[in-house]
């Protein structure tokens, strides 16, 4: 079936700077590729997504990029703010489901 | 307008009850998908309904999981003889377009606790 790796688990930065989040999959006809914020106790939202036809999207301080021929696809965030602090959830489209990746918990410290 | 609703908030049963979880999709939407996140970790799929049906079964962790939609609304996930390990928050979620290559709005979730 359908994987969804995310790395890192956890990431710590410094206010302002940025921060990185990779996830590779494993179905080759996977065109679906969304990003979702979860803070704590609270629902997924989605923030950013993606589709196979293009290869970066940008919005204000984020941005995802996507390589069809590796399987892989990042997570972007610039001048990070400590209400940036939250899980962040990769995810791919497989049939007619999204499959998540296991979450990356970012802290932003002031 | 209203998103996606789901009842109880918290649930606590003992081991070996019978549970109930509602989810009460937005309106409009056809696609719905229950997920389960279990302390610490992702989101694991369990479900998918088109309409009424549901052509995805293939997350249910065993026969003790099932689940119905009816009316294109309204979703029941229902878990029997409950064990200690299906504690976790159950996830509902729903989305204009079936297939899972449109965003879908989460709703707060179920809390469910087995003792």
């Known amino acids: 079936g359908e994987n969804v790796e995310q790395h890192p688990s956890t990431l710590s930065v410094q206010e302002g700077d940025s921060a990185v989040i990779k996830c590779t999959y494993s179905?080759?006809?996977?065109?679906?590729f969304p990003w979702y914020k979860q803070e704590l106790g609270k629902r997924p939202q989605l923030i950013i997504d993606?589709?196979?036809?293009?290869g970066e999207k940008k919005d204000q301080r984020i941005a995802v990029t996507l390589n069809k021929t590796a399987k892989h696809f990042s997570l972007h965030i610039t001048e990070t703010q400590p209400e940036d602090s939250a899980v962040y959830f990769c995810?791919?489209?497989?049939?007619?489901?999204?499959?998540f990746g296991t979450g990356t918990r970012l802290q932003v410290f002031p | 307008g209203a998103g996606v609703s789901q009842s109880p908030s918290n649930k606590v049963t003992e081991k070996g009850k019978d549970v109930e979880l509602r989810c009460d999709p937005i309106?409009?939407?056809?696609?719905l998908y229950w997920y389960r996140q279990s302390l610490g970790q992702g989101l694991e799929f369990l479900i998918y309904?088109?309409?009424?049906?549901?052509?995805?079964k293939s997350g249910l962790p065993s026969d003790r999981f099932s689940a119905e939609r009816t009316g294109g609304s309204v979703s029941t996930l229902t878990i029997q003889r409950t064990q200690q390990e299906d504690s976790a928050v159950y996830l509902c979620?729903?989305?204009?377009?079936?297939?899972?290559?449109?965003?879908?709005?989460f709703g707060n979730g179920t809390r469910l606790t087995v003792t």
């Open positions: 995810a791919a489209r497989h049939t007619d489901k999204l499959i």
């Open positions: 179905d080759s006809a996977s065109n679906y």
């Open positions: 979620a729903s989305s204009f377009s079936p297939g899972g290559s449109s965003p879908l709005h």
């Open positions: 309106s409009g939407h056809t696609a």
């Open positions: 309904f088109q309409g009424n049906s549901a052509p995805d």
């Open positions: 993606i589709r196979s036809n293009v």
